[in-house]
């Protein structure tokens, strides 16, 4: 029996990672200690088996504990499917500790048998925390082997976790769980159409012209205690400002950069109760046996900005949460906690062409068109315009950074067709932060790599980061005409004409005192 008590020690207390402590032998009244518990975090103790236990800390002769539902457990233990075989002719307690006797601590088996033990308690025992000091306490608690288990639904704080320990109790036992939660992070990639290859690594920001198909990445880890479930949730849930819309058939999920088969997950993209724009559920992640603790969840896909943007310093925000299983005492079902929301966001920004006199009056009669330029093809792109009523004011909304041409395709009559204006929109935002800002924004005569524009005329622009706006006044002068009469080009005409007469008769007056040529006989 000193072997089986041995075996259960080793086998039973598979869980998380932990340091345990146990004092040396003394009265049949004990305390199990729950070191770094976080505040309203309460744990229960049951007890699975009991015994004799003598001076010399030996735990004999097995018996089903008190906070053990007995019957429907060894019910349980001969109907699973992994472990059955090992309890068909167990009647009693001592039967079960002996069937247990050569497993390996940490097996599929031991694993097992530990979560139908957690499903089958009928009483425990709650303790309270030691205020101030992190700790939890359980007492008196009489020899034998207990689960030490997080009592339900009290795993309310950030970073918390639920455990299952089942330990050996025959003196004071100090326990210390070591884990990590799922975590989820979000990105996006951020390039510059005007600049070859400018695409950037995965970050927090972007901005983006409308119609562009932005690339997205969700990445989620695993607990430290995965290997403590028998099956296990895990659930995306990707939410998308109006800005956005899905491209679904871009989706492609990884595991560990391996590309997983789409059967072992679904898409959802509608009937979604938490207003998410859609999740990719694993019903259960066990299902693919590659996946360990230390693997990482990457979801690739693109999401186009679309005529619902939000301009300026708003912007387009991107979220997502995990959900995941939370619970291994219960086989990874019904319970389940949330990750914090992971928050990227797109900006785009709009430019304003007011057209004007030389006065300063708005101009009727013009029409524009604003060109991106596509470094990647080296050729220039139209921009779709919005003009006010009265057509003096022209807006092209939904740009992102780069290098524009404005051109003027219509001349109000009468005056002056202007050159092509170039100018360059320039930004920055936040590229790690958890909530991405934009930090400025401008607009000025250079190209890309700051050098000044030297085609077209000069233009001066007004921004604003609030609107993501970047404005200017084009001024159109009147077409050249000649001076009324009595200005200073008649005068001229006037002098050319004067002159000319006065060289005719000077000419006329030396021909006249010029001798008559003789002429030969």
Known sequence: MKKTRKILSLILALSLVLAMGVSAYAADSYTITVNNSSPGH?????????????ASGVLSNIKWGAGI?????????????????????????????????????????????????????STSIAGTSVEGTNTYTIS???????????????????????????????????????????????????????VENSSTGWQDS????????????????????????????YIFHDTMSMGLTLNPGD?????????????????????????????????????????????????????????????GSDGNPNLVSLEYSNNPNINGEGDTGNTP???VIVFTYKTVINKVDKDNVALTGAEFILQKYIAATDSWTNVTVTKNTAGTTFTFSGLDDGIYRLTETVTPSGYNTIDPIYFNIKATHDTSSDMPALTSLSADQSDASGSILTSGIAATFVTSTTEGSITTSIVNNTGATLPSTGGI????????????????AILFVVKRKRPAMKTNQ
């Open 69 to 121: 539902n007995s019957a429907a457990l060894l019910t349980a233990l001969k109907a699973d499917a992994t472990v059955g075989t090992y309890f068909t002719d167990c009647t009693t307690a001592a039967d079960v500790a002996a069937a247990m006797d050569g497993l390996v601590n940490d097996s599929t088996q031991a694993k097992a048998i530990a979560q139908i033990v957690g499903s089958h308690l």
């Open 42 to 54: 309460t744990y229960e103790a049951s007890q699975v088996f009991t015994g004799d236990l003598n």
């Open 251 to 311: 989706i492609k999920v990884f595991a560990d950069g391996v590309k997983i088969d789409a059967s072992k997950y679904t898409i959802v993209t509608t009937g979604l109760a938490d207003d998410c724009t859609f999740e990719v559920r694993f019903a259960d992640l066990k299902t693919i046996s590659s996946i360990t603790a230390d693997s990482e969840i990457v979801i690739d896909y693109t999401a186009t900005l679309n005529n619902n943007a939000v301009l």
């Open 206 to 233: 972007a901005d983006y012209d409308i119609g562009d198909a932005i690339p997205f990445e969700l990445t989620g880890t695993l607990p430290t205690n995965y290997d403590d479930y028998s099956s296990y949730t």
């Open 140 to 194: 008196p608690l009489a020899a034998g082997y207990y689960l030490v288990k997080d009592r339900d639904d009290s795993v309310n704080s950030e970073g918390d976790f639920y455990t299952r320990f089942i330990l050996e109790v025959v003196g004071d036992v100090s326990i210390t769980p070591k884990g990590e939660i799922p975590t989820v992070t979000k990105k996006v990639k951020d390039v510059n159409d005007s």
């Open 489 to 504: 080009g008649t005068t001229i005409f006037y002098i050319l004409g004067a002159t000319i007469m006065a060289s005719a």
């Open 341 to 343: 929301k992971d928050t």
